[in-house]
C-alpha cells in the first residue's frame, strides 16, 4: 500500500475524542505520535480522501481505530482494482521477454485514461500530488458524517465476509454480470443477495436511525 502521507491535499483535520474534527496545519495533521500504551491501547491512524482532498487525523479511541482501518482496506481495495485494470495486456503471453524494467511496452493497458495528462516513471505519485481537489466538495459535510460511517461499519462488520465482499462490489458500482461471475450465480441470484443484504442493513435500529 503507498504511503498516503507524500500525497497533496487541499485540508487537513484533527479529532478529538468526542469525534469532532478541527482544521490544522499539514505539520500538526502527520505529527509524530506515541505508540499504544497500556491506557492507550489504540494506535494512531488516519483517514485518508485524496479525490475530495483532505486527511483527517483520527481520534486514539475504538471509532476512530475502526474508521482508520476501513479506510485502509477501503484505498487497498482500489489501489488492487486499478492495478488489475491497468494491467499490461502482455503480461504471460507469447509477446512477454519477462524483463518488465526494459520493456518498451509496458505502458500499453487494458484500459486508456484519455483524462490523463502525464505520467513519470521516476515517480508515480506525480500525477496525484498535482491533482486539483474538486472545490465543490462541502468539507465540514464529509467530516459531519463520521457518526453515519461509524453505524455503517459496525453494521459491514457484523456481515459475513461474502456480504462485505458484495457490499464492497455494489458500492464500486460493479455490473451484475461481474458480480454474478465473482460469485458463481445467476443474475437472479444477485438481486437475491442483494436484496438480502439491504435488508439486513436497514434491520440494524442503529443504521436504520440515522435515516429518519
Request: aromatic letters at 8%; charged letters at 35%; a neutral charge.
Amino acid at each position: 500500500m503507498k504511503n498516503y502521507q507524500r500525497l497533496y491535499y487541499q485540508h487537513y483535520y484533527a479529532q478529538n475524542p468526542d469525534g469532532e474534527c478541527v482544521s490544522v496545519t499539514r505539520r500538526e495533521c502527520f505529527a509524530l505520535t506515541t505508540p499504544p500504551t497500556a491506557d492507550n491501547l489504540y494506535p494512531q491512524r488516519w483517514h485518508y480522501d485524496p479525490e475530495a482532498g483532505y486527511v483527517i487525523r483520527l481520534a486514539r479511541t475504538k471509532t476512530g481505530d475502526d474508521l482508520g482501518k476501513r479506510n485502509a482496506a477501503d484505498l487497498k481495495s482500489e489501489e488492487r482494482a486499478r492495478d488489475r485494470k491497468y494491467r499490461c495486456v502482455w503480461k504471460g503471453t507469447k509477446n512477454c521477454d519477462q524483463n518488465c524494467a526494459r520493456c518498451n511496452r509496458r505502458h500499453i493497458s487494458r484500459t486508456v485514461e484519455l483524462d490523463k495528462s502525464w505520467g513519470n516513471d521516476n515517480d508515480p505519485d506525480l500525477q496525484r500530488r498535482f491533482d486539483i481537489a474538486d472545490e465543490a466538495a462541502d468539507i465540514e459535510a464529509i467530516v459531519a458524517d463520521g457518526e453515519m460511517l461509524a453505524a455503517l461499519i459496525a453494521s459491514l462488520d457484523k456481515l459475513s465476509e461474502d456480504d462485505r465482499e458484495l457490499w464492497t462490489l455494489l458500492r464500486d458500482k460493479a455490473k451484475k454480470q461481474e458480480i454474478a461471475d465473482h460469485f458463481n450465480l445467476t443474475l437472479d441470484g444477485v438481486r437475491y443477495r442483494e436484496k438480502r443484504l439491504f435488508a439486513k442493513l436497514r434491520a440494524d435500529k442503529t443504521l436504520s436511525a440515522l435515516f429518519v
